[in-house]
């Protein structure tokens, strides 16, 4: 490569990257945008593959842009709004596990016992007694 070709080269270079500066990516705009569909159909086993389907790009960029605006995966969102469902519905409910889990959203018990006890670091049953055993202590404070 001569030297006038090389500056040439840079030149191309600078001027592509200042074109994007101090403007948001469409992409992630595109991004912002499915986070909605996923808060509304979590609990669909196929909102993931429906997220892709819908969103018109391939799987790794929309994976790609997902996590770089929410720091997770598309699976690794639904699986938290999953698991914050869950840790309503055993504080509020005396629901069976296998209810508890399908009713958040989970396919399998095994799968919900084992996303739950990733993100809230104790099993379904054992996080169920805890927050008993805190309420029926704070009510006898009162």
């Given at each position: 490569?001569?030297?006038?070709?090389?500056?040439?080269?840079?030149?191309?270079?600078?001027?592509?990257?200042?074109?994007?500066?101090?403007?948001?990516?469409?992409?992630?705009?595109?991004?912002?945008?499915?986070?909605?569909?996923?808060?509304?159909?979590?609990?669909?086993?196929?909102?993931?593959?429906r997220l892709i389907q819908d969103a018109g790009?391939?799987?790794?960029?929309?994976?790609?842009?997902?996590?770089?605006?929410?720091?997770?995966?598309?699976?690794?969102?639904?699986?938290?709004?999953?698991?914050?469902?869950?840790?309503?519905?055993?504080?509020?409910?005396?629901?069976?596990?296998?209810?508890?889990?399908?009713?958040?959203?989970?396919?399998?018990?095994?799968?919900?016992?084992?996303?739950?006890?990733?993100?809230?670091?104790?099993?379904?049953?054992?996080?169920?007694?805890?927050?008993?055993?805190?309420?029926?202590?704070?009510?006898?404070?009162?």
């Amino acid at each position: 490569m001569t030297s006038s070709s090389a500056v040439r080269s840079s030149r191309i270079g600078a001027s592509r990257s200042r074109a994007g500066a101090g403007r948001e990516s469409p992409r992630r705009v595109e991004a912002a945008e499915w986070v909605g569909p996923l808060l509304e159909s979590y609990r669909d086993p196929a909102a993931c593959e429906r997220l892709i389907q819908d969103a018109g790009v391939g799987r790794t960029l929309l994976y790609r842009e997902f996590r770089k605006m929410t720091g997770l995966s598309p699976q690794a969102f639904i699986n938290r709004l999953r698991v914050h469902t869950a840790t309503d519905l055993l504080r509020s409910t005396d629901e069976p596990m296998i209810e508890l889990a399908e009713s958040s959203g989970f396919q399998s018990l095994s799968a919900f016992n084992k996303q739950f006890r990733a993100y809230a670091g104790c099993p379904p049953r054992e996080y169920r007694s805890r927050f008993r055993i805190e309420t029926e202590r704070s009510v006898q404070d009162v």
